[in-house]
């Protein structure tokens, strides 16, 4: 009953969101992808929502509730039953009334099962695509029957673009760039690759005090130059969300120089690659808001190129989603983790997998520990971080880690605003 229930309010509020879109006519900027989609997203709202009175999707839910509940600009909460009825409760002021409504839409798009955006692409049509990158082993890919199935699932989106509209493109992704071909829309590129037409160069971890505290990199486009600084954020993939917000900003000629003071006060998305100070002067890499196998690769990527004193730390969880490619994806990591880094604790049934991987790569087993609970992780961690550590902790949401997170960042006061899932 409760499913028919919430099944019932979910097309209750795809009906209010159709009648919102054609009252208020806004333009839409659609992320896909199956990497980075919430960083790019808010990066994006970072840089225009001043110029192009923008407003953004806060939370990403499943394709159809998320969706529809940033359309109607109340989407915040656990998608309960209170969440359905103040955001139907919204929808009908909307509609009846006559209330300011921003001029553009940021929001991103998922594919949970097969169907999600066929169904969403049958009443949205985007202004603009920004597709980020796609992953050999996606996220989400256990309910569907291979990664091209998926792939296509999110090029109906693309597909669903106006003639007249943009369609950014990940240069340095050939499935990504192979979306050219699915609209007439203009397709513009970014990367860091030369033949993307906004390029990113001589990116590097900024520190002070002996720790990481951002990230800066050459932002490049025909014969123009500008450095670009964003604090609080690491890895490649702030990189990339940097780069899609400013080629868009470009293409519509919004001035340079205020996208690029935006980014320099742009926080990133709780629990996506987010630097926190952690108790004993250590510092936490908190990236507990989802994962996948691409996504924690460049997370350990990003902890490799960290310059530090200290040890570096791992935390991390199960990958879920991933069907029969569970096992194998989870060694890889492994394999990963045991040629690089300090000390693993791993949380979960499936983190066996990356135990088994570390171990085969060379890591000592004395240097591992495996956890089934999140928050008592966080306590036996709290209990060995020493001074100039640097702890990534990264995982799946299911399995909690902002938990392990809460446990040893500096401020628990302040979990509420820097951590995800605390309400």
Do not use: C
């Amino acid at each position: 009953m409760k499913v028919f229930l919430q099944n019932i309010m979910k097309k209750m509020l795809e009906a209010e969101a159709k009648l919102v879109l054609k009252k208020y006519k806004p333009k839409i900027i659609a992320v896909v992808g199956s990497v980075g989609k919430t960083s790019t997203r808010d990066t994006i709202f970072t840089v225009v929502k001043e110029a192009l009175v923008a407003e953004k999707s806060n939370k990403s839910f499943d394709s159809e509730a998320g969706l529809s509940g940033g359309i109607l600009g109340n989407d915040n909460g656990t998608p309960d039953f209170f969440f359905y009825l103040k955001n139907l409760i919204r929808g009908l002021i909307l509609i009846l009334g006559r209330e300011h409504y921003p001029k553009w839409l940021v929001l991103d798009i998922g594919a949970d099962k097969p169907g999600n955006i066929l169904r969403i692409a049958e009443w949205l049509s985007p202004e603009i695509v920004v597709f980020t990158s796609f992953s050999p082993v996606p996220a989400h890919i256990e309910f569907f029957k291979s990664a091209e199935e998926l792939l296509e699932e999110k090029s109906i989106l693309v597909k669903a673009l106006k003639p007249s509209g943009i369609l950014i493109l990940n240069a340095d992704d050939e499935q990504v760039l192979s979306m050219q071909v699915k609209t007439k829309a203009t397709p513009i590129t970014y990367g860091f690759s030369k033949q993307a037409m906004f390029r990113a160069s001589n990116a590097k971890i900024v520190y002070e005090d002996n720790k990481p505290i951002g990230m800066t990199f050459k932002f490049e486009y025909e014969d123009n130059v500008f450095p670009v600084t964003m604090p609080g954020e690491l890895g490649v993939q702030a990189v990339y969300s940097a780069l899609a917000a400013l080629s868009l900003g470009v293409y519509l000629k919004l001035n340079i120089v205020d996208m690029i003071d935006a980014l320099s006060t742009h926080e990133s998305p709780a629990g996506r690659m987010r630097i926190l100070p952690a108790v004993k002067g250590a510092t936490i890499i908190d990236d507990s808001w989802n994962s996948s196998p691409i996504a924690t690769a460049e997370a350990l990527q990003a902890l490799e190129n960290i310059k530090t004193v200290g040890r570096k730390i791992l935390v991390l969880g199960d990958m879920l989603e991933l069907g029969k490619f569970a096992p194998e994806e989870h060694k890889k990591i492994g394999t990963i983790v045991g040629q690089k880094f300090d000390i693993l604790i791993a949380i979960g049934p499936r983190a066996k997998y990356i135990i088994e991987g570390a171990i085969e790569s060379g890591m000592n087993k004395k240097n591992i520990t495996p956890f089934d609970d999140a928050r008592l992780a966080g306590k036996y961690l709290e209990g060995i971080i020493k001074e100039n550590d640097i702890i990534l902790v990264n995982g799946s949401g299911a399995m909690r880690l902002e938990r392990t997170v809460k446990e040893i960042m500096w401020s628990q006061e302040d979990a509420p605003r820097l951590l995800v899932r605390q309400e």
